[in-house]
């Protein structure tokens, strides 16, 4: 198959998708496909006047990538494209995409997981891997992913909704909302725009600091336990993985750093307890409108209950990432893993 990887974008894990799709293109190259790594922002400024022959690209116009230690300066992108454009799709992007016989999404965040380009691609009638775009919007959204557990009976910790607020509101809400408790922007990801406050002055702290990311936050109810995360592939759950922070706060630097945390796969639970996560996760996969892959994190506190967190409708895909790790639990290899998504997205009608 001619596979465009399409990853990057504007989004705030924009270093992670890359590197994700960098591993995917080899990947898939490997397996015998004609594929090529594709920024979504950033496009292609020059290309021959045959776009098929792009896709035997030397190393699949991968680049050398790495997760630095801060997030992506994304004015620094902005400014590096050549045609200044603030289109989300940069040049010949949509182009390659409609000569390909179907794109893997390797993007993370609002570029990717909130729908738009899913949206973009079902107008074009273009292939792409994963949940269309009603789902991948509801599940990128904290907000509405809550609500749809609430309905369908899946636990998740006690929350409020606030739309909306600006500095002047901070003081009301500092004096209305209880701590410890966890501020998330409702379209974060990669561990960015959250914040885990236990005292008010921190709490006031986090909610100046959130209104860098958006205005749109949700406050839970903050519960102590072991944090652990299972992929749904296809109409089964893999087994879980438990992550153990090393250190206190677990950000983006601690999340792709070496030493950030230990994972441990299968995760040292019950067979009871894997059973009762992978359902719960089944479950949200198929309220939500997911297919063929996602990867939902809960935690299991002392009293041996869950709690849902979120969901990821398009789970990192390092070689090195947690939904490669559950298919290697169950004997199935990253090149492996990369094929199964691309035949089970293949099969999908999206009209």
Not at 200 to 221: C, D, F, N, S, T
Not at 264 to 290: D, F, S, V, W, Y
Not at 319 to 348: D, F, T, W
């Amino acid at each position: 198959m001619k596979i465009v990887v399409l990853a990057g974008g504007l989004s705030t894990e924009r270093a992670v998708s890359l590197v994700s799709g960098t591993g995917v293109c080899r990947a898939l190259r490997e397996n015998g496909h004609r594929a090529i790594l594709v920024d979504l922002f950033l496009g292609l400024e020059e290309v021959p006047a045959d776009l098929d022959t792009l896709f035997d690209a030397q190393d699949g116009l991968c680049p050398e990538t790495k997760i630095e230690v801060t997030a992506p300066d994304l004015d620094a992108v902005r400014r590096s494209r050549k045609d200044q454009s603030n289109r989300l799709f940069g040049p010949n992007v949509l182009e390659l995409c409609q000569k390909a016989d179907i794109v893997f999404l390797g993007l993370h965040g609002q570029d990717g997981e909130d729908g738009r380009v899913q949206a973009t691609f079902d107008l074009l009638d273009i292939k792409y891997t994963g949940g269309g775009y009603l789902a991948s919007g509801l599940a990128m959204d904290k907000s509405m992913t809550k609500r749809m557990m609430d309905s369908v009976g899946i636990p998740t910790a006690p929350w409020k909704d606030i739309p909306s607020y600006t500095e002047e509101d901070i003081p009301a809400l500092v004096e209305e909302l209880e701590v410890p408790c966890a501020v998330k922007v409702v379209n974060g990801g990669s561990s960015i725009g959250v914040s885990l406050p236990d005292t008010k002055e921190e709490l006031e702290q986090a909610l100046r600091e959130m209104l860098h990311y958006g205005k749109h936050i949700i406050v839970e109810k903050k519960i102590k336990g072991r944090e652990l995360t299972v992929a749904v592939l296809g109409d089964r759950a893999l087994p879980a993985v438990e992550i153990l922070p090393t250190v206190k706060e677990f950000d983006y630097v601690a999340k792709y750093q070496n030493g950030g945390a230990r994972e441990i796969c299968p995760a040292p639970i019950t067979a009871e307890e894997q059973e009762t996560m992978g359902n719960l996760a089944l479950k949200l996969h198929r309220a939500l409108g997911l297919e063929v892959y996602s990867r939902t994190d809960f935690l299991l506190d002392e009293n041996g209950d869950f709690w849902c967190l979120e969901v990821n409708s398009l789970p990192g895909m390092t070689p090195n990432s947690l939904v490669p790790k559950e298919a290697k639990a169950v004997g199935m290899s990253y090149n492996e893993l990369c094929e199964e998504i691309i035949q089970q997205s293949y099969r999908i009608k999206r009209r």
